[in-house]
């Protein structure tokens, strides 16, 4: 049986800030939703601690559908972070 | 069935209405949107704005806000078209375009179109300029006010 993971991306300046576009994870203990999981990575370093701060405004999508801290998350989802949108 | 595209190259607004409108003799009316790129932004001069979007998303949120449209409006068809990558001032960056039987259709689902999708569409602009700066557009709360005139009561 393969490892639950979740597959992660960044977008616009998150990605730029990370220095990262995507990276998969295995879903860490007590992370079954979004709010979980952004406190989970802002604990990780100092740089998920930065795009993640107060007052910064993040997005996030769960298998390319708008979700919010309470959007439940399993093994296998497709985890995206982004700023508010801009195109248009 | 709404048109949907993402790409990079320039859009043809004459071969896009053409395509909408070819054989029907039942539109009355075409409301059309094109965004470009404004050179000005906050008092500095613009070199170039990249586009980045998610790929795997964009076209589905698209999608959706047509769908959004059709639902609301009667609409004879619909085209969604918008640019990724970099473009220079002047270049267009979206088209709308919605065909109705009259034109208050037209002319809503048009306006509708661009504001649900400048507030829902997975895109993000970066403006660079000949300074060398460069830095991510931020949302406005304009658009917002613009996109929330749609909101349904209830």
């Known amino acids: 049986m393969s490892a639950p993971s979740l597959h992660i991306l960044y977008f616009a300046w998150l990605r730029e800030r990370l220095g990262l576009g995507e990276e998969c994870l295995m879903l860490p203990e007590g992370v079954d939703t979004v709010g979980t999981l952004i406190a989970w990575l802002r604990g990780r370093d100092d740089r998920y601690g930065a795009i993640f701060a107060d007052g910064r405004v993040v997005r996030c999508a769960v298998n390319q559908e708008f979700a919010g801290p309470d959007t439940p998350l399993a093994a296998g989802d497709e985890v995206a972070f982004f700023p508010p949108v801009t195109g248009g | 069935m709404a048109r949907v595209v993402v790409q990079e190259a320039a859009f043809d607004l004459g071969a896009e209405f053409a395509a909408l409108t ?23 001069r613009l070199e170039a704005m990249t586009l980045e979007h998610y790929p795997a998303m964009t076209a589905a949120s698209l999608s959706h806000i047509a769908a ?36 208050d ?8 179109l661009i504001d649900w999708l400048k507030t829902r569409a997975p895109f993000w602009k970066k403006e660079c300029f000949a300074d060398g700066d460069a830095h991510w557009v931020e949302a406005r709360a304009e658009d917002d006010a613009a996109a929330a005139r749609w909101s349904e009561p209830g």
């Open chain 2, 22 to 44: 070819a054989g029907r003799r039942d539109i009355g009316g075409i409301g059309a949107f094109v965004g470009t790129v404004r050179e000005l932004s906050g008092g500095q």
């Open chain 2, 68 to 103: 959004e449209a059709e639902r609301r409006w009667d609409l004879l068809g619909c085209t969604l078209i918008h640019r990724i990558g970099r473009l220079e001032p002047g270049a267009p960056i979206v088209l709308v375009l919605a065909a109705a039987a009259h034109r």
């Open chain 2, 105 to 112: 259709a037209a002319l809503a689902a048009t306006g509708f």
